[in-house]
């Protein structure tokens, strides 16, 4: 039997006996072709509208199964304030005082702006282009990152003062030096009081809710820098919003008044893809850069992907880079020649230049908004920064699935049900019938095949009525009316010698 044959006749006999609704009219005898044609083609289309729902079902799975709503429910909510990253911004004192140490009293002027270049690195090198490529300077050539944490501040230096709802602490114990792509900041969050209060020591309970007063910070720096709010995962980079970034200017005082919105995940979010969801947790890194995932160490670690594919090194402020891959002054130059397409982002179907980077945000990531600033001149030379939080938050979003595996389960199954009567088991029977029942029809219809084997022994028939068999020995045997299937007739045996494949046996 030949395998096109013998697949035909599985699907008849599957069509005929199977649970599938409408597909034995197909295959059934004595059906009219037209009543064949009928059945066919409604199997068909119920067949198109099942697959259809399925793939409507699977779609909305994948791409939108997670809603935002926004919760009111603020009265038991712990609300967490921003993190604060302290970063250093052009101290020229610093640099005049290590641009006499490096290169001496009578050392040129633009020597010093090639130090801010180097220090303060943000991807632009005018003056280590104007002035060391010609050779007029003896500019440093390599081992930036070493000349950067020379000239930037200490901590010490850094902090004048630090309280927390008017009570002070001791600023270098909780703002910890963080690596960044803009240089070394100090910054205070969640993440380092836990592991002070895991530790014992003393901390600072940065929530606020009803219990407790409103979150207040109270800096006084000693230098000009830039404070960055940020969720506990993010860092501060170059792409950083400026509404997230406050000034701070020697002689000023500056107050700040905060709101937050917090995002809440429901329990079953996790159970989803990252594709799913659109956003990842902290644990959920695979960045070189950074020992957790966030929006910003994702963005650093795809700029420093790019430097290293187009000027073949990585700036010496970059975050957990190796020495080998960070920029000589050849390097640093190719980063200024590129800049366009290093330091400013745009989106894929962007024509402009810029940095395109597939990052997702993090999925706690809170809303920081600035409601009132309020400034004012003080007469010492330092820089006094308030940040307050308003209010407690009036709403939240909290971010719920909608579609899991057991909605999409149902769906699946609904619309199969619903189109062609099937269930798990009738796509179970289709493998079964396939794999085993035909197996064992094939292996039945060789036996029945063997046991209508023609034989090829010879008997005579005598007008007796008697039979002789192959040992010649008569025995008295009527003969009756004997009929084969096989060519579907009777035999009526004659005298003489007659052939026992027309008899049935």
Known sequence: MGIYTFLFRAVKIYFANGSLHGLRFIAEEGRHWSERLLWMS???????????????????????????????????????????????????????????????????????????????????????????????????????????????????????????????????????????????????????????????????????????????????????????????????????????????????????????IDIENGADVRDLSVHQRKCRFPDENYLESSYKYSYSACVVECRRKEQLRICNCTSHLMPNSRREERCDINGILCLNNNYGNLSVQKTKWGKKDGLICDCLPGCNDPEYSIITVGSSFIAENQTNMEINLDRLPSERYKRNVVRGRLDLVVSMGGAAGLFVGASLLSFVEIFYFFIFRSRENSTANSNESDKFQPKVEVVTVTSSSKIMNRNSVNYPAKIINLYNPQIKKLNFPKIGKLHTSEFLP
């Open 42 to 260: 409604l199997c068909i289309l119920s067949w198109i509208g099942s697959t259809l729902l399925i793939m409507a079902s699977w779609d909305a799975f994948q791409n939108n199964a997670v809603s935002f709503v926004v919760e009111t429910t603020y009265l038991h909510v712990n609300t967490s304030f921003p993190s604060v990253s302290v970063c250093e911004e052009d101290n020229m004192i610093r640099i005049y005082e290590a641009a006499q140490e490096l290169f001496g009293d009578d050392h040129d002027c633009n020597l010093d702006e090639v130090l801010k270049e180097i220090t303060y690195f943000k991807g632009t090198a005018y003056y280590i282009k104007e002035f060391c490529l010609t050779g007029d300077l003896d500019c440093p050539k390599a081992n930036f990152s070493d000349l950067s944490d020379m000239v930037r501040s200490p901590c010490q230096e850094t902090f004048i003062r630090c309280a927390w709802r008017g009570v002070e602490f001791d600023c270098c114990e909780h703002f910890k030096p963080t690596e960044t792509e803009i240089g070394k900041c100090f910054t205070l969050s969640m993440e380092n009081e836990r592991s002070r209060k895991k530790k014992n020591l003393p901390y600072i309970n940065l929530i606020s809710n009803r219990k407790t007063p409103l979150g207040s910070l109270s800096l006084e720096l000693n230098i000009s820098c830039k404070i960055y709010l940020h969720s506990e995962a993010d860092v501060p980079f170059y792409n950083t919003m400026t509404t997230d970034i406050l000034i701070a200017q020697s002689n000023t005082a500056k107050q700040y008044r905060i709101s937050i």
